[in-house]
């Protein structure tokens, strides 16, 4: 195996955390890898600090591009799933830190403090070294981690931690949605349920976050009808013979339900659990960012 695709996977999970962009990080990686080309590896005295260094500032050149195209995004906008099973070998590396409440928060940083609070908490790099990356003194990019550390800490959901609730949480969620069961649904939520829907005006999908039982659950109803139903898959280039199938992957290092038509995954819903219910569901239908994902096997719905 050469130098470079030993980090790969490690250089894709410093980008992909940055970014929230699974096709921003590929294409990150792939500069990275020209730059690596061309480079006199004899000059180069650790390969991996040289490989994340570079990777580190090309994705945070990219985000500052990426952060004013989010500005004019249709609807609110979500980080790109992506696997995390324990067969994405590729993407080993994100099995950690990549929940996607807390990338949803990281969107809310300056592109310089997403990348120190990666570098140091996610990967546990030197206060100097990340300095050099970003090309800041070691005394301001202790201050912007400080900074990054605090906000975080202020603004992420506090969701419970056991999996086999979660699971079990997602299970029932997908069983309630897949039969309609809105009754059953609403007794899941807590009481100041959020609802992000990301559809990137190119898949039918609430253009506001919603909040509160009622509204979501009313959210919930509208989007089951049957002529929402036949709107939401024309909006994705589909008929609406085609039907839905439910299944389940575990996709940011937690369980998500996937959404599949016609061989393609549609949407992907991945739920915040705290204290027994609801907090939050994140819903993703723009073809965009699920398209590299693949369809869970499941029984039509």
């Known amino acids: 195996m050469s130098t470079f695709e030993e980090h790969r996977s490690l250089l894709v999970g410093v980008a992909y955390r940055i970014l929230g962009s699974v096709a921003d990080a590929e294409d990150v990686v792939q500069e990275t890898w020209l730059r690596w080309s061309g480079v006199d590896k004899a000059g180069v005295g650790d390969a991996k600090a040289y490989l994340i260094r570079v990777t580190s500032r090309l994705a945070v050149d990219r ?13 609110p906008w979500l980080p790109e799933p992506i696997s995390t099973a324990p067969d994405a070998a590729e993407h080993a590396e994100l099995a950690e830190s990549v929940e996607m409440a807390l990338l949803v928060v990281l969107e809310t940083l300056s592109p310089l403090e997403r990348a120190v609070f990666v ?21 301001a990019t202790r201050q912007l981690a400080r900074r990054a550390r605090e906000h975080v800490r202020e603004k992420r959901p506090r969701f419970d931690v056991d999996r086999g609730q979660r699971r079990r949480m997602t299970e029932r969620f997908a069983s309630a949605s897949e039969e309609g069961d809105l009754e059953t649904l609403i007794a899941m939520f807590a009481d100041e349920i959020t609802m992000v829907t990301d559809g990137g005006g190119k898949a039918r999908a609430a253009l506001r976050v919603i909040t509160g039982v009622e509204n979501v659950g009313r959210y919930l109803l509208s989007i089951s009808r049957p002529a929402n139903v036949a709107r939401f898959m024309n909006s994705v280039g589909l008929a609406r013979t085609e039907g839905f199938s439910f299944g389940s992957a575990v996709l940011n290092n937690a369980p998500a339900i996937v959404l599949s038509a016609a061989g393609r995954v549609v949407t992907v819903i991945s739920l915040e659990v705290s204290e027994g219910r609801i907090s939050a569901i994140y819903l993703i239908a723009n073809p965009e960012k699920i398209a590299h994902l693949e369809p869970a096997a499941s029984k039509a719905g």
Request: proline letters at 6%.
């Open 63 to 75: 985000l500052r591009w990426a952060k004013s195209r989010r500005e004019s995004y249709v609807g």
């Open 119 to 139: 570098l140091r908490e996610a990967f546990d790099l030197p206060f100097a070294e990340i300095a050099e990356i970003i090309a800041r003194s070691e005394p």
